[in-house]
């Protein structure tokens, strides 16, 4: 899989033309792997101008020999899909370590014991601007900071360090490149995901550091949301049905709106079995936040 160069994302991302910009998580791709005989899955991941897979996450994708060969599959019908080294998140942020530390911190910070060593091992009390080089916390961070777990092929899977990875990433641009008005898309069906990049959002908001910027926005697909986008536009395969396409989503907790009958908007947060979920796609006013 091709690591793409930071300085290639970097004049992407000061381009006139803004950006639509998606970062994909391993639960994402064993879903298209699994819908792709249902949908048109190129007809959706085409819609970016650029995919990026972080490093954290793409070990992860290494796992499985099937999700490789599916990404470069994609890779080699033309989509932009790049692996993107956590290492590089410094010099995409303009060498503003401080800023990248913040991102890191808050994405962490519901994670009680992941934002503790945080605290204690790389800031450890000290100004940040007398923080160690980035290099040196990032790499204490992921081989201490995660909690580990040995898989057969002997890799060690690090609890959490996929989402913030994708947190960090997100936050980066979205932050440093604003005036592109880009698109910044995580593709994810793991709510932590959803919840960290929101939970430091509202950090950095209170944070006097980040006080009066701008950001681009980071929006959310999830499983269900890719579902929603195939049925609305026409991208399910020929001779398959929505019916079909649901086997394959989780009966899970989803975040969503729809009117009420007096036109104003209902908010949700519940479990919604497929023959609900079926049942509010024929509803024009039900939206998927996640």
């Not at 991941?45 to 490789?68: A, C, G, M």
């Amino acid at each position: 899989m091709e690591v793409i160069q930071v300085e290639k994302l970097i004049e992407a991302l000061n381009s006139s033309a803004p950006k639509k910009i998606g970062i994909l998580d391993n639960n994402t791709i064993t879903f298209l792997i699994n819908v792709d005989k249902y949908i048109y899955v190129e007809k959706i991941l085409k819609k970016y101008d650029l995919l990026l897979i972080p490093n954290w996450v793409y070990q992860e994708v290494n796992d499985s020999e099937e999700r490789v060969d599916y990404i470069e599959n994609m890779f080699n019908k033309g989509i932009k899909i790049f692996v993107i080294n956590e290492s590089d998140y410094e010099k995409l942020a303009k060498y503003k370590s401080v800023w990248i530390y913040k991102f890191f911190l808050y994405c962490s910070f519901k994670i009680g014991e992941i934002k503790s060593f945080i605290k204690r091992y790389i800031e450890k009390n000290q100004p940040l601007e007398e923080l160690e080089d980035y290099e040196v916390w990032l790499n204490l961070l992921y081989n201490n900071g995660f909690e580990g777990k040995r898989l057969k092929n002997g890799r060690t899977k690090k609890k959490n360090a996929g989402e913030i990875s994708i947190g960090v990433l997100a936050l980066a641009m979205s932050y440093i490149y604003f005036q592109g008005h880009h698109t910044i898309t995580v593709l994810s069906n793991d709510r932590d995901t959803y919840d960290f990049v929101n939970f430091a959002k509202l950090k950095l908001l209170n944070d006097n550091m980040f006080e009066g910027l701008e950001s681009s926005v980071i929006t959310f697909k999830s499983n269900d949301f890719i579902i929603k986008e195939s049925y609305l536009n026409s991208y399910i395969s020929d001779g398959k049905d929505i019916y079909s396409i649901t086997e394959f989503r989780d009966e899970k907790r989803v975040k969503y709106t729809k009117n009420a009958p007096d036109t104003s908007v209902e908010e949700h947060d519940e479990i919604l079995s497929n023959e609900a979920f079926i049942e509010n796609l024929k509803d024009s006013t039900f939206n998927i936040i996640f």
